[in-house]
């Protein structure tokens, strides 16, 4: 058997599957094509993050490629290539022991008789309530069982059959998810089980007007976040319903929260409430889906505009694209030429390898001299002639074609 | 325009059902041909030769989803045009998705032939027996060529959840061919 003959036997399967996943496919499309000039754009372009599209960098940026007053450089000004576009692909390799950080080489553990994996988010002191005594802490290196013993807490405000603190061997405590899984069957369930009213702030957040361009990113106070809650808490009878469903039923108007709270160990997650009467998260390890009435849905997202404030504008990550021309132990050097429109331009910079998920690609991975990377970090260049860069915290391999930079990661 | 209507159209020999199909999937089957393909040029051919087969084979064919068959003819045709610019070595840059598949290959039958109803068969098996939301992250990837990006995007779900459930998927589509005996 070879790959191929998966790849091509996928064309064959029964038409329900293509169906299915077709249908949401085309709708989400289709809704794309009223809001792109190109259907083929539309379809191809990466939309979750500002930072894959180099143009946003390029156009219209003054160079600066002299020294600036504080000592700092900006790669954001380069004069990048403006039709370049970054494609991800993937790959699974499972990492050994030694390249695993340490926050995610112990990621489960069982205690009285509840099975809990690592949020790999680590939680202040602070949140931490009484001690539940100690459990065997287990990873995998590959297929080997790992286990050391770790010391567990409660967390403050939190039921411990849902969440829990362990201290892992960097001596830092880690939040820790209950398995069990046992949907809600309403939305005040859910919002209770993990007192996410108290625990999750929901204020900063997009507007969609319609399909995947937000009208902008916006921040709301505290008390606005409150609001909301308190709002949500008048639908908390509202039924939970299939999150696959609803999932594909929320692309009209809608505003989406980005949910964090430490004490949860949540980053970065999507909490989401649609005009057409459906909110839907992934704060939880699992989707769930509400129905909460177009009724109360119009007014939350009516608060929401009402108090939004100015576009606080997209985030920034911050990234050089070159080729690799010198690998150290600590450092290694690109040289950002292939992806400037003027390539006689060229800087080559240190980049230093603090992070194990740097370092692991270069020394361990597929990153050799001559690969074209594409490197995020912090977003400090000390201009000190060297152009170093100290704070680099994700690397992808890939191609450089003509229409663009393909990563291969 | 619903699909009905649209196979009318074939049925009638009225060019709007080009037109139509067109507005309605022409996205979505670039989307798929320029996952296999990463050529724009190569993509927009496939697609206009996919058009072109549905108008020759629609009628006597009545698709129960005409989304469904297009789409597996757009796949098909694009798969094509790749294995022949790779044989010719024309370009044609490796597959970032086959590697992937490459995990799916039971252990020491990589060189095997393999039947392909078979195959088909038990793939079908593998994508009922997993989780709804699995099985369309699993499609998006390795049906409909969508990156890991996208898929994140459409689901909601974070990259790094797309790319979990992407392992477990292939380890487990491994098991089932194994299992089942792929190769023996």
Known sequence: ???????????????????????????????????KAG????SLMIVAGAAFLLPKFGEGAEKNTEASNDGVFWTDKREHKKDGEIFETQNAREWSWEWIPENERYYFLRLDGTEYSSRCKAVGEEHLGEPLGTAELCGYNEDELKTTEGEIREIKGLDSKKYIAARLPDGNFYVFFGRDYD?????????EEASLDEHLSLSLFRYYKEGDESTGRYRLGDAQSSSIWDMLADAKDAAAVKYDDAVWESLGERISFTAASERLGIVNKSFRICKNGYVFTNVEEYGYAFYIGEEQAGRIIEYCLENKGEDIGEEKKHFIIGTVTEIGTDSFKVDDGISLEDPSEAIVFTVYMDDIKVRREVLAGDVRVG???????????????????KDSYEIHEGQYREDGFYWEE | ????????????????????????????????????????????????????RLWNSIPPERPASLCAYLCRICRNLSIDRYNSLRR?????????????????????????????LALKEALDRFLASIEPVSRSVFMKRYWFCQRVKEISRDTGLSVSAVKMSLMRSRKKLKKELEKEGFGI
């Open chain 2, 88 to 116: 010719e070595k024309r370009g044609g840059r490796s597959l970032a998705l086959l590697d992937e598949l490459s995990e799916c290959i039971p252990t020491s039958h990589e060189s095997e032939v393999c039947d392909r």
């Open chain 1, 39 to 42: 259907a083929l754009a539309a």
């Open chain 2, 1 to 52: 325009m619903n699909d009905n209507d649209i196979l009318e159209l074939y049925w009638d020999r009225d060019e709007r059902a080009i037109s139509e199909t067109e507005l309605k999937y022409g996205a979505l089957c670039r989307s798929i041909s320029f996952g296999i393909l990463s050529d724009k040029g190569g993509a927009e051919e496939c697609v206009n030769d996919s058009y072109m």
């Open chain 1, 183 to 191: 949907p809600p069957l309403t939305l005040g369930e859910f919002i």
């Open chain 1, 371 to 389: 690969s074209k990377v594409c490197v995020y970090y912090g977003g400090l260049v000390l201009n000190d002639g060297l152009f170093e860069i």
């Open chain 1, 1 to 35: 058997m070879k790959k191929e003959d998966i790849f091509e036997a996928l064309s064959d399967i029964d038409e329900t599957y293509i169906h299915r996943a077709m249908e949401r496919s085309e709708k989400k499309r289709h809704s794309s094509l009223f809001l």
